[in-house]
């Protein structure tokens, strides 16, 4: 099993917010993170489930993490979809954060396990001016629902949404 976690190094306002919910996770399911953008789509083929996640920029996944996905061949294994993000989810749903990344995965042939999102410190614009917002998230609380998260998926479970904070 693989976590990926894309790592947007070329953004000032990058906090590792999304490499501490991998990082949960990838403890619970005893599976390898890989945070390099640089990856070798064929080394990808002896994980059964692969689960791709990156902060939000600009109402999506970032960039590097579609094309990533845009060089792998069709597929049969399972995935799931993480993401942490700046705005509270009632504000904008989750549907709409994932949806390309959802969309890429289903037409390579994934079979989609979960989806999982929470708040992250967040800096960009002209936050950074005022010490940014949702300083100290992901929480514990985050991480525990995350855990959970993760612990369904390893039991076999599927869900359609679990979104944290
Ligand atoms: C350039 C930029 C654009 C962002 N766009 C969004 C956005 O559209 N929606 C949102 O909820 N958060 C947005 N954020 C906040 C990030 O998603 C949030 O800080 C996230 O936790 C960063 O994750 P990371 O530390 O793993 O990179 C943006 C942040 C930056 C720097």
Do not use: Q
Not at 11 to 30: C, P, Q, R, S, Y
Not at 61 to 82: E, V
Not at 123 to 151: H, I, Q
């Amino acid at each position: 099993m693989l976590i990926h976690i894309l790592y947007p190094e070329d953004l000032t306002a990058h906090h590792g917010n999304t490499k501490k919910i991998a990082g949960t996770m990838a403890e619970v399911l005893d599976a390898e993170v890989l945070e390099s953008v640089d990856v070798d789509v064929s080394s990808l083929d002896k994980y059964d489930l692969i689960g791709f996640g990156s902060g939000i920029y600009g109402w999506k996944h970032h960039n590097s993490l579609s094309a990533l996905i845009d060089k792998m061949s069709h597929t049969n294994k399972k995935a799931f979809i993480f993401s942490t993000r700046g705005n509270l989810i009632r504000l904008v749903p989750l549907e709409n954060y994932h949806k390309n990344v959802r969309n890429r995965l289903l037409e390579k042939g994934f079979e989609i396990m979960g989806e999982f999102s929470c708040l992250g410190f967040d800096t960009s614009g002209p936050l950074r001016f005022v010490g940014g917002k949702n300083k100290g998230y992901p929480n514990e609380n985050d991480l525990d629902d995350a855990r959970t998260f993760a612990t369904g998926l390893k039991n076999g479970y599927k869900f359609t949404k679990i979104a944290g904070s």
